[in-house]
């Protein structure tokens, strides 16, 4: 815990901030795009946010209260900036934010950056069918391997609820998947 509030110091002294900050980039960046393309679907869309994510986390580096950890927090901005970004998309065409996902997920085979065979499509087709909550639990489990404590802080919210969201997301995901 030491070593992250020295990095966190190091964030907010105007001395260290941007080397602290590319530091922050290099650590965070992968883990950060996968979590928010596991929302967003598109690789295009994905770095959009995830731009817009360390642009927030910039700026807002100074209201970090400590109270969970330093990744838990930026996973926040992470998870917030993706479905602000679905709301806002949907709203533009008029969609409703479950058809907007639809279609993101039907342009994912024209999605160069897409290493996916049908199995994968029809699971993301699953998963977006799913209420918000479920889809993010989902994701953040299944594909992330995120445990419950971690995301509990995240998601601020319990961890026996979202062990409920993620049993219940796991077994509408496998009616879907294996209904003729």
Aim: proline content about 1%.
């Amino acid at each position: 815990m030491k070593e992250e509030e020295d990095f966190i110091k190091r964030l907010n002294s105007e001395e260290t901030k941007d080397v602290a900050f590319k530091e922050l980039l290099q650590l965070y960046k992968e883990r950060l795009y996968w979590h928010i393309r596991h929302i967003v679907k598109s690789h295009d869309d994905a770095d959009d946010v995830l731009q817009n994510t360390f642009i927030k986390i910039y700026k807002s580096i100074h209201n970090f209260k400590g109270d969970s950890k330093l990744y838990s927090w930026m996973y926040r901005i992470a998870t917030n900036e993706s479905i602000t970004f679905i709301n806002k998309n949907s709203k533009r065409m008029q969609l409703s934010s479950e058809d907007y996902q639809n279609q993101a997920i039907n342009n994912l085979k024209a999605d160069v950056y897409f290493e996916g065979e049908d199995i994968k499509l029809q699971l993301q087709k699953a998963i977006a069918t799913l209420p918000e909550k479920q889809q993010l639990v989902f994701n953040m489990r299944y594909f992330e391997d995120i445990k419950y404590k971690e995301m509990a802080e995240i998601l601020e919210t319990s961890e026996g609820a979202l062990k409920a969201s993620y049993h219940i997301a796991v077994k509408k995901i496998e009616a879907i998947l294996t209904k003729d």
